[in-house]
């Protein structure tokens, strides 16, 4: 099983940038895809970022994608994002997650099976 806490969310205004963090324990050497996924009242659960630890290969949401960056250390292990010129709509829960295997270029929320607390993420407008 794998433990994972996040940190790094709060409050800030549109244009803004903010650094989610993400630390992993356990036996976390299967899980070898990481993500960002967000949640907000209004939508349910959705892929913001992941990557492929193996190799760096990263995929991101059409929505953030110029605008966050999606990081590893791997001596660390941990995960980051870089989130700038944010906009209201990325408001949200932020959740680190893991799977095994190479990760699914279309974010599937359900591929990942250990998940993270959350961290809260609001942009003003």
């Known amino acids: 099983q794998v433990q994972l806490t996040e940190s790094g969310g709060g409050s800030v205004q549109a244009g803004g940038s903010l650094r989610l963090s993400c630390t992993a324990s356990g036996f976390t050497d299967s899980r070898t895809c990481l993500g960002w996924f967000r949640q907000s009242p209004t939508k349910g659960r959705e892929g913001v970022a992941t990557?492929?630890?193996?190799?760096?290969?990263?995929y991101y949401a059409d929505s953030v994608k110029g605008r966050f960056t999606i990081s590893q250390d791997n001596a660390k292990k941990s995960l980051s994002l870089q989130m700038s010129r944010l906009v209201p709509e990325d408001s949200g829960v932020y959740y680190c997650a893991a799977a095994p295997g190479r990760c699914n270029p279309f974010l599937r929320v359900s591929d990942y099976d250990d998940w993270g607390q959350g961290t809260q993420v609001i942009v003003s407008s």
């Open positions: 990557i492929y630890t193996r190799f760096g290969i990263t």
